[in-house]
T-cell receptor
């Protein structure tokens, strides 16, 4: 079983719609959670950190559910520029400074 | 954007030849990482460094070695390249040692390596 699992998609979303997807992680001791965005043939870039209470950054909302060991990302009012692969990232609990990356969820926003 | 560069950005080489990839940072961060990214896989850690001359293996370290003689440079060497090492290689840095900082990592632009 992979330590961080994501639905690969693609999630095809009409422009202006809302899309949400989850990621599950296996290590209950993990403490740090992130969403990264990766455009085709580019490097991953930090989208947002995920805090226990949930957090919002503009049109993006991230939630953490420790009991069920998943994090979610919701994108409201989708823009064409939101088309990308979204990587779920979790720290490796027993090894400071190391992260575990999911394989990514592809989002395609259509006009 | 974090000051991270990678060189070369693209390389084609033949099986059995040694290859060295360079990562250079201007952020003075202590932690540096080498990952490879392949279709269907998440980023997989090859080696990482937690200081000058301090390195450790990641989950896919076989066939790779690293060196860090200066804070700003982290070199990845494929000792004898194989076709299975065809991949995109990303370097990352982290200021995780900073008090109160999360373990956020920032990535370089990547190196596309093709081993024929």
């Amino acid at each position: 079983r992979k330590e961080v699992e994501q639905d690969p998609g693609p999630f095809n979303v009409p422009e202006g719609a809302t899309v949400a997807f989850n990621c599950t992680y296996s290590n209950s001791a993990s403490q740090s959670f992130f969403w990264y965005r990766q455009d085709c043939r580019k490097e991953p870039k930090l989208l947002m950190s995920v805090y226990s209470s949930g957090n919002e950054d503009g049109r993006f909302t991230a939630q953490l559910n420790r009991a069920s060991q998943y994090i979610s990302l919701l994108i409201r009012d989708s823009k064409l520029s939101d088309s990308a692969t979204y990587l779920c990232v979790v720290n490796i609990a027993d090894s400071w400074g190391k992260l575990q990356f999911g394989a990514g969820t592809q989002v395609v926003v259509t006009p | 954007d974090a000051g991270i560069t990678q060189s070369p950005r693209h390389k084609v080489t033949e099986t059995g030849t040694p290859v060295t990839l360079r990562c250079h940072q201007t952020e003075n961060h202590r932690y540096m990482y080498w990952y490879r990214q392949d279709p269907g896989h998440g980023l997989r850690l090859i080696h990482y460094s937690y200081g000058v001359k301090d390195t450790d293996k990641g989950e896919v370290s076989d066939g790779y070695s690293v060196s860090r003689s200066k804070t700003e440079d982290f070199l990845l060497t494929l000792e004898s390249a194989t076709s299975s090492q065809t991949s995109v290689y990303f370097c990352a840095i982290s200021g995780a040692e900073l008090l109160g900082a999360q373990e956020t990592q920032y990535f370089g632009p990547g190196t596309r390596l093709l081993v024929l």
